[in-house]
């Protein structure tokens, strides 16, 4: 069964990073999309970031453009999210999610993702 699970996010002030980790299993990790979500108390799901399968270029929402890098890792079939000069807004719980290869990819819209983690929290302190 495929499953995504992320790691890394904890308690961070101000100004400082962090870098998430979703490691997957149960699916070939070549052929899918990944990318990142965030949501906040109250709020919708957010994209943040997004890598495509060959990993040639990124995508990133307008407010982390900048200090935030996705990368993926073949050999060990992870994703990660790089994040510096964090910001109190950028305080949510942070989702992985995976679109499979040859399905239509809008990068930005959670519905087109076809696999999710649990998410891992981060916090920001100002």
């Known amino acids: 069964q495929v499953q995504l699970v992320e790691s890394g996010g904890g308690l961070v002030q101000a100004g400082g990073s962090l870098r998430l980790s979703c490691a997957a299993s149960?699916?070939?990790?070549?052929?899918?999309?990944m990318g990142w979500f965030r949501q906040a108390p109250g709020k919708e799901r957010e994209f943040v970031a997004a890598?495509?399968?060959?990993?040639?270029?990124?995508y990133y929402t307008d407010s982390v453009k900048g200090r935030f890098t996705i990368s993926r890792d073949y050999a060990k079939n992870t994703v990660y999210l790089q994040m510096n000069s964090l910001k109190p807004e950028d305080a949510a719980i942070y989702y992985c999610?995976?679109?499979?290869?040859?399905?239509?990819?809008?990068?930005?819209?959670?519905?087109?993702?076809?696999?999710w983690g649990q998410g891992t929290q981060v916090t920001v302190s100002s």
């Open positions: 999610a995976a679109d499979r290869r040859g399905s239509s990819w809008r990068y930005w819209d959670a519905g087109d993702y076809d696999f």
């Open positions: 890598v495509p399968w060959s990993a040639n270029h990124p």
């Open positions: 149960g699916l070939t990790f070549s052929t899918y999309a």
